[in-house]
């Protein structure tokens, strides 16, 4: 079991309930998470919310789309991943090329459902790469 799964599971054996909303990560009842769980929470947000949406049609299809346009290569750094060819567009995300659904600052590139597809994908290209081994002596 990886670090989010018995993660997910220690909230839930403590009675807490979790949801994405976008690149928000929502737990309810807030009494319920120890000082020590809600720490945990907060430096896994990133990995929570990637987890509980990758069974959102708007993800599964970019997660396909990266990985088929990125294949894992040994050695190589991790690109920049893209769901489209061309994607740029004036305004929209530079991975799958749609508008941003809100307002923003300006230093997003990417769209939610494009963040949270080109993590997952990110957590399969480092954990699938060849590690070079250290020589002994």
Known sequence: MNAVAALIEQLQNSGVELRADGDRLGYHPQEA????????????????????????????????????????????????????????RRGGCHSCGEPFESQHDGLVVRCIPCRHAAYLVLMDWLTNRDVPQKKEG
């Open 33 to 88: 998470l120890t000082p020590v769980l809600l720490e945990e929470t907060k430096r896994q947000k990133w990995a929570l919310l990637a987890h509980l949406s990758a069974a959102d049609p708007a993800v599964v299809w970019r997660v396909e789309a990266m990985r088929a346009r990125h294949p894992h290569e040994s050695g190589r750094a991790a690109p920049f991943f893209t769901a489209r060819t061309r994607p740029s």
